[in-house]
T-cell receptor, first 110, second 114 residues
């Protein structure tokens, strides 16, 4: 399985943008890049996913490098509610399950 | 729509016992996956069911088993419980095969083995 590498932790202030990086140098052409997050005492929740082009939704933006070996999840204005563990996951159409790494623990200060 | 529900939310068992956990997916979802979360190992995939058939299995011993019913509800069973089975067990559902479909997670069942 293609692996992802994320920083263990990051800190941000409320109202500021947050850029969460993910390296996936062994990504294959059919792998989608998914992001999930897990708030304290809750199950993970879907954030966003993409294949090649940058993606935006109401929660976040996903910027994918041209060679697809890395990507960045962008939270445009962090809130206290965004404090969570963020997981970057590669998935292909062969039906693989979600393979979670350690993720990045995001702390947000007021 | 109601979200994924898991019962019970908390459970305490002793070593050697067995346990059955239940998961009700979002209405209309046909796929259910199970995950185990522990502080040491993080989130690990257990198995995936689609249309009552196990489609995928993680690297867990045979003591861990599951099934899916015709209404898509799923149960997982752990026999001969060990202390190391203490964990949060999460269930996730998706409309179709979870290859690229978004998975929607339940709140989990917290199992403590004494």
């Amino acid at each position: 399985d293609a692996k992802t590498t994320q920083p263990n932790s990051m800190e941000s202030n409320e109202e500021e943008p947050v850029h969460l990086p993910c390296n996936h140098s062994t990504i294959s052409g059919t792998d989608y890049i998914h992001w999930y997050r897990q708030l304290p005492s809750q199950g993970p929740e879907y954030v966003i996913h993409g294949l090649t082009s940058n993606v935006n939704n109401r929660m976040a933006s996903l910027a994918i490098a041209e060679d697809r070996k890395s990507s960045t999840l962008i939270l445009h204005r962090a809130t206290l509610r965004d404090a969570a563990v963020y997981y970057c996951i590669l998935r292909n159409q062969a039906g693989t399950a979600l393979i979670f790494g350690k993720g990045t623990t995001l702390s947000v200060s007021s | 729509k109601a979200g994924v529900t898991q019962t019970p939310r908390y459970l305490i068992k002793t070593r050697g016992q067995q346990v059955t956990l239940s998961c009700s997916p979002i209405s209309g979802h046909r796929s259910v996956s199970w995950y185990q979360q522990t502080p040491g190992q993080g989130l690990q995939f257990l198995f995936e069911y689609f249309s009552e058939t196990q489609r995928n299995k993680g690297n867990f011993p045979g003591r861990f088993s599951g099934r899916q019913f015709s209404n898509s509800r799923s149960e997982m069973n752990v026999s001969t419980l060990e202390l190391g089975d203490s964990a949060l067990y999460l269930c996730a559902s998706s409309p179709g095969r979870p290859s690229t479909d978004t998975q929607y997670f339940g709140p989990g069942t917290r199992l403590t083995v004494l």
